[in-house]
């Protein structure tokens, strides 16, 4: 069958650890397209989609009072150090309690706020059950100086444990300007990080026998240094379901992060084509009707997803120096619906509804409904992320535009 040859070639085009489907999840649903087993494989895509859409993401962050902890959290969620909701920065107390942070946008995604093990007196499995450590995906334990022993311990801990562990050394940016503010004729910005790194290795690597990974951030910064590679490095590690939403909740702040949560989102639109070409193959054109009929919701769920939505907008215009309005006439997610005074994409899709609504199913009415959903999403998706690359590179947003940033529509969409 056609489509088993083309579900394949399609998640080729991913690499294994950007996948939002296992390896074996893919072999399942392409075995029952070959199988002609429509019916079985729309319900292992509507189970994958559930999961993926229902991944709970639960991050614990833990590490001594000082380190730059809350401030980390909060650039790991995309918030301002002065925002609601918050985390409390700049605050010297130890405290005991475990905290936890919605992301702002995605309520599943859960950060948690743990007391530094040094904070304590647990050794680190009691720690770790203190913690309640079974409920989290991952740790990432921060420091601002070098590890200490304790740190060391806590990862061996996690380690035997089986679960995953990052070391992340904050306030990289401020060693760089006192270093360079004291050895203005020496400094060497790589010989400086390399420096910290290999600081940062020593006690670790006496505990944990082997070369531990350490990724050197600024929190004010999160597109420079190892956050990029941080965030990349999760990702890759994470169960194939819970890399979606974890992509999903990343700041647009790199070319890199938009292409790759760009290529999260293309899986699951042809997820859904598929799940939605396997519906037309049954007379059930109420559901087709309805989906269809969500244009203006997708259209909002790419706005948030790559910060098109008006409240960021608002910060990017002032930044700019531009009225909302005069910043969204230079994108073109903003000019989908009116581009060329030709007629609207809306006005396209509600008369091809009113066709399809005469058709009752079959193979050729599952191919063109598949083709079209296809192609509708993958619009708003191309047109999205290519207008968030532009709001990264300013100059960019006012350059002459010559041609779409994507293809027109093709054949048969007509």
Not at 107 to 125: A, E, M, R
Not at 207 to 236: A, C, H, N
């Amino acid at each position: 069958m056609a489509w088993a040859s083309s579900f394949d070639a399609f998640f080729k085009n991913f690499k294994r650890e950007n996948k939002i489907l296992s390896e074996e999840t893919i072999t399942l649903i392409k075995s029952h397209i070959e199988e002609k087993k429509l019916q079985e494989a729309l319900s292992v895509i509507q189970n994958a989609l559930r999961d993926i859409d229902n991944a709970p993401l639960n991050i614990a962050v833990t590490g001594e009072t000082g380190t730059g902890k809350s401030t980390f959290i909060n650039a790991l969620r995309g918030v301002g150090q002065e925002e609601e909701g918050a985390a409390a920065t700049g605050v010297t107390e130890t405290t005991m309690e475990i905290k936890h942070y919605d992301h702002p946008k995605f309520h599943q995604v859960k950060i948690w706020d743990l007391p530094g093990i040094g904070s304590t007196n647990f050794p680190p499995q009691d720690y770790l059950r203190e913690m309640k450590f079974g409920k989290y995906d991952f740790f990432i334990i921060i420091s601002a100086t070098r590890f200490k022993e304790n740190d060391a311990q806590l990862a061996k801990a996690i380690k035997e444990m089986k679960m995953n562990f990052y070391f992340v050394r904050t306030k990289i940016d401020v060693d760089l300007y006192s270093e360079q503010k004291s050895k203005p004729k020496t400094f060497n910005k790589e010989n400086v990080l390399m420096k910290i790194q290999d600081d940062c290795s020593e006690k670790l690597k006496e505990v944990l026998s082997s070369e531990p990974r350490i990724f050197l951030v600024s929190s004010f910064d999160v597109s420079d240094f190892d956050f990029p590679k941080l965030e990349t490095t999760l990702l890759g590690e994470l169960p194939a379901h819970k890399r979606h939403i974890f992509m999903l909740s990343l700041h647009s702040v790199t070319e890199e992060t938009i292409n790759l949560k760009r290529d999260s989102l293309k899986q699951k639109v042809y997820l859904e084509a598929l799940k939605a070409g396997a519906w037309a193959f049954i007379p059930f054109v109420g559901m087709i009707r309805s989906e269809l009929e969500n244009l203006n919701e997708t259209f909002n769920l790419y706005r948030s997803y790559f910060g098109l939505d008006d409240a960021s907008l608002e910060k990017i215009a002032e930044n700019y120096n531009l009225s909302v309005k005069e910043l969204k006439s230079l994108l073109r997610f903003y000019n989908l619906f009116t581009e060329d005074n030709d007629e609207s994409l809306e006005e396209r899709l509600m008369k091809y509804i009113n066709i399809f609504s005469l058709i009752f199913g079959g193979p050729g009415g599952s191919r063109i409904y598949y083709e079209k959903t296809y192609y509708l999403q993958n619009l708003f998706l191309d047109t999205a992320a290519n207008d968030a690359i532009a709001l990264l590179k300013k100059e960019a947003l006012f350059e002459k535009k010559v041609g779409p940033y994507i293809s027109k529509p093709p054949d048969y969409w007509e």
